[in-house]
């Protein structure tokens, strides 16, 4: 995400390279370029426009400090103002009633039905909140088919009124359910167009007249650049939605709507969309992502995630089995999986400073662990447990089973000895002599 732009800017800066202070001339250069940078990652031009004159204005009022180089001053005042331009702070969700209700608007295929899904097992997961899904699309071929595939993944129940052709009864239904059945938030998914039409707008405008959702979120494809900014004027102007969601964030290198969209409607980002997996789902933080499009990473984010994968007991088991030099591939294979849990490789290498430029043109495929899962899966349960007793004809089997070849086979096993006498060393001996000194 947001690719192009980075590398654009960060060629911008550099006309500010090897300079000693600040000129109008420098700066005037600087911002002509980061104003085409802004402008080919697909941003509104007075969106542009105004960011440019904001940053020009406050640079050309501040004293320089002597420690700081003019390119270092211009970066962050450019960092700044995007966080400002993004929002600035994370929003919310307010939902106060009883069940909540969410209502989902937008246009056909930006991915309302999926992030529909995200968002149900978002909460249920994090917020502890028992969500029901309403098909509301009574349009779409198979959209409620997709609705209840999704809801099964999760763990959520759908509610659906497969011969109603109104929408607006069948939310007000989906509610009375929830009552009933003691779910505390209703998400509802209702139908898209291909393009803005009168009717598709009359007909959402009852949807939220009828139920007064707590919260209205217009999804948009980020991939369709300035058209998705003029849809949420439009939306906007109808519905006054409470906040903006960016769907398919992973696909777009551009990423002009996310920097345009806040500034046209005045209305926040609440969220972004990273990949397909339930999973991939990320409250917007417009200083984490002005970070990330500024090429500094965001670890906070990295760390998050980590968090929310981290099991207490599982970890203190995993010490114990390092420390006596047990580790063996069934922790392996937990250690990958929960990994995986965690998001889109890519998406996460990106997140760690510096390493994402470096591997920018390198594709990490999400498919990276397939070959070793697959050669694990291929060991018996002893020869998982016991590594050491994997000989020639027990690696050549392996081999064959896991459609690999002999070579890739003693690779990992030699990798593997490598990290479980290392994370030996680490855990346990250091432990000890810790210890020992302690005791002294």
């Given at each position: 995400?947001?690719?192009?732009?980075?590398?654009?800017?960060?060629?911008?800066?550099?006309?500010?390279?090897?300079?000693?202070?600040?000129?109008?001339?420098?700066?005037?250069?600087?911002?002509?370029?980061?104003?085409?940078?802004?402008?080919?990652?697909?941003?509104?031009?007075?969106?542009?426009?105004?960011?440019?004159?904001?940053?020009?204005?406050?640079?050309?009022?501040?004293?320089?400090?002597?420690?700081?180089?003019?390119?270092?001053?211009?970066?962050?005042?450019?960092?700044?103002?995007?966080?400002?331009?993004?929002?600035?702070?994370?929003?919310?969700?307010?939902?106060?009633?009883?069940?909540?209700?969410?209502?989902?608007?937008?246009?056909?295929?930006?991915?309302?039905?999926?992030?529909?899904?995200?968002?149900?097992?978002?909460?249920?997961?994090?917020?502890?909140?028992?969500?029901?899904?309403?098909?509301?699309?009574?349009?779409?071929?198979?959209?409620?088919?997709?609705?209840?595939?999704?809801?099964?993944?999760?763990?959520?129940?759908?509610?659906?009124?497969?011969?109603?052709?109104?929408?607006?009864?069948?939310?007000?239904?989906?509610?009375?359910?929830?009552?009933?059945?003691?779910?505390?938030?209703?998400?509802?998914?209702?139908?898209?167009?291909?393009?803005?039409?009168?009717?598709?707008?009359?007909?959402?405008?009852?949807?939220?007249?009828?139920?007064?959702?707590?919260?209205?979120?217009?999804?948009?494809?980020?991939?369709?650049?300035?058209?998705?900014?003029?849809?949420?004027?439009?939306?906007?102007?109808?519905?006054?939605?409470?906040?903006?969601?960016?769907?398919?964030?992973?696909?777009?290198?551009?990423?002009?709507?996310?920097?345009?969209?806040?500034?046209?409607?005045?209305?926040?980002?609440?969220?972004?969309?990273?990949?397909?997996?339930?999973?991939?789902?990320?409250?917007?933080?417009?200083?984490?992502?002005?970070?990330?499009?500024?090429?500094?990473?965001?670890?906070?984010?990295?760390?998050e995630r980590a968090q929310e994968?981290?099991?207490?007991?599982?970890?203190?088991?995993?010490?114990k089995k390092i420390a006596k030099?047990?580790?063996?591939?069934?922790?392996?294979?937990?250690?990958?999986?929960?990994?995986?849990?965690?998001?889109?490789?890519?998406?996460?290498?990106?997140?760690?400073?510096?390493?994402?430029?470096?591997?920018?043109?390198?594709?990490?495929?999400?498919?990276?662990?397939?070959?070793?899962?697959?050669?694990?899966?291929?060991?018996?349960?002893?020869?998982?447990?016991?590594?050491?007793?994997?000989?020639?004809?027990?690696?050549?089997?392996?081999?064959?089973?896991?459609?690999?070849?002999?070579?890739?086979?003693?690779?990992?096993?030699?990798?593997?000895?490598?990290?479980?006498?290392?994370?030996?060393?680490?855990?346990?001996?250091?432990?000890?002599?810790?210890?020992?000194?302690?005791?002294?």
């Open positions: 995400m947001f690719e192009n732009l980075t590398d654009r800017l960060e060629r911008s800066f550099k006309v500010l390279k090897g300079e000693g202070k600040i000129t109008d001339i420098n700066v005037a250069e600087t911002l002509k370029e980061v104003r085409r940078s802004l402008l080919d990652a697909d941003v509104n031009y007075k969106v542009a426009k105004s960011f440019t004159d904001t940053v020009k204005e406050k640079a050309m009022g501040m004293n320089v400090l002597t420690s700081v180089k003019p390119g270092q001053l211009m970066v962050k005042l450019v960092h700044d103002e995007l966080a400002r331009l993004m929002g600035g702070e994370a929003s919310e969700l307010v939902l106060t009633g009883r069940p909540a209700v969410i209502l989902m608007s937008g246009l056909q295929g930006s991915g309302k039905t999926t992030f529909s899904a995200k968002l149900a097992n978002w909460q249920k997961q994090k917020k502890n909140r028992r969500p029901l899904l309403a098909a509301c699309d009574v349009y779409r071929p198979a959209a409620v088919d997709q609705l209840k595939v999704l809801g099964e993944q999760i763990g959520v129940p759908v509610y659906c009124e497969p011969d109603s052709k109104d929408p607006v009864n069948i939310a007000l239904n989906a509610i009375k359910e929830a009552k009933a059945k003691g779910n505390d938030l209703v998400i509802i998914d209702t139908a898209g167009r291909l393009a803005v039409d009168e009717e598709m707008m009359n007909e959402i405008s009852a949807i939220k007249n009828a139920i007064s959702p707590d919260e209205t979120l217009f999804v948009v494809d980020s991939m369709t650049g300035q058209d998705a900014v003029n849809t949420a004027r439009e939306f906007n102007e109808r519905l006054d939605f409470n906040g903006v969601v960016l769907t398919k964030l992973d696909g777009d290198t551009r990423g002009g709507a996310a920097l345009s969209i806040r500034t046209v409607v005045d209305k926040p980002i609440k969220f972004i969309g990273t990949g397909e997996k339930m999973e991939a789902l990320d409250v917007f933080h417009p200083m984490r992502m002005a970070d990330r499009i500024l090429g500094m990473g965001d670890i906070v984010s990295l760390v994968q981290y099991d207490e007991k599982a970890a203190r088991r995993l010490q030099n047990q580790f063996d591939f069934n922790d392996f294979l937990a250690q990958i999986a929960q990994i995986k849990k965690m998001g889109n490789i890519k998406d996460l290498v990106s997140m760690i400073p510096g390493v994402g430029k470096a591997l920018k043109n390198i594709d990490i495929d999400d498919n990276a662990f397939k070959s070793i899962e697959a050669m694990i899966y291929s060991m018996t349960p002893q020869e998982r447990s016991n590594p050491d007793m994997i000989n020639g004809s027990r690696r050549r089997r392996i081999a064959a089973g896991s459609g690999t070849d002999l070579q890739e086979v003693n690779r990992l096993l030699k990798q593997f000895e490598q990290t479980r006498k290392m994370m030996h060393q680490m855990t346990g001996g250091r432990m000890q002599q810790m210890m020992a000194r302690m005791k002294k």
